[in-house]
C-alpha cells in the first residue's frame, strides 16, 4: 500500500485483531518468517510496539500508540540499488530476528512487523508499505512502555526514506518513522557511512 495516512496502514489492509498471542519473555528475541519475498522490493525493515489497555485480540488498532523498537535500512549503496535490511532477511530465510527490548513492561501487547519496498520509490507515493501484525504476550520485570506515534503519523509522502530513487548512489539513507525509541538498541550495519538511524 501507498497511502501512509489510511488505517490500512496499521496492520495491512483490511487486517482484523488476531485472537491469539505469542508469549515472550522481555529481552529474548523471536524470529519472524515472511513465506516468500521479492528480491526486487529493496527497502528498510521496521519494528514498532504498541501496549494493548487490555486483550489484544479486541482491540481497536486506531487507538495503538507505537514505539520504534528496531530498524535496518540501506547497508552497502557500492552498487546500486544497494544492499538492504529486506535482503539480509531474504538471505536469512526470508526471516527477521527482533529483540524485545529488557525493559519493556509485561503486558499484552500488538509487535507491528514492516518492509517497505523502494523499488518505485522515485516516484511520489511509489514506495510501498508491507505492515503485519502479530499479538505478545510480555512477560519480565521491565517498567516501560514503548509509545508516542499513531501509525497514521509514521511516514509522509515526501519523507527523504520514501520519496527516494535506489537506482542511483545514495551516499547515506535515512530510515522513515519516529526515532527509535529509548529502550531499543541499534542495529549495527555492516557499512556505518552507507546507514543512517
Not at 519494528?47 to 535496518?72: E, P, R
Request: glycine share 10%; net charge neutral; with cysteine.
Amino acid at each position: 500500500m501507498s497511502d501512509n495516512s489510511q488505517q490500512d496502514i496499521v496492520c495491512h489492509k483490511s487486517a482484523t485483531p488476531g485472537t491469539d498471542s505469542i508469549p515472550v519473555t522481555a529481552g529474548s528475541s523471536i524470529d519472524l518468517q515472511w513465506n516468500t519475498w521479492p528480491d526486487s522490493h529493496h527497502g528498510p525493515v521496521i519494528d514498532y510496539l504498541a501496549k494493548c489497555s487490555g486483550s489484544c485480540s479486541s482491540v481497536d488498532k486506531s487507538t495503538l500508540s507505537w514505539g520504534k523498537i528496531d530498524q535496518g535500512g540501506l547497508i552497502d549503496d557500492s552498487a546500486p540499488p544497494g544492499k538492504w535490511a529486506s535482503d539480509q532477511l531474504l538471505a536469512n530465510n526470508v526471516t527477521w530476528t527482533v529483540k524485545i527490548p529488557a525493559s519493556v513492561a509485561p503486558g499484552n501487547y500488538v509487535l507491528r512487523h514492516e518492509i517497505i519496498g523502494l523499488h518505485s520509490a522515485g516516484n511520489a507515493n511509489g514506495a510501498q508499505n508491507y505492515p503485519q501484525c502479530i499479538n505478545l504476550a510480555i512477560t519480565g520485570s521491565g517498567s516501560a512502555v514503548p509509545s508516542g506515534t499513531a501509525a497514521t503519523a509514521f511516514y509522509k509522502a515526501t519523507d527523504p526514506g520514501i520519496l527516494i530513487s535506489i537506482y542511483q548512489t545514495i551516499s547515506s539513507y535515512t530510515i522513515p518513522g519516529p526515532a527509535l525509541w529509548s529502550g531499543a538498541k541499534k542495529r549495527h550495519a555492516k557499512a556505518p557511512k552507507a546507514f543512517v538511524a
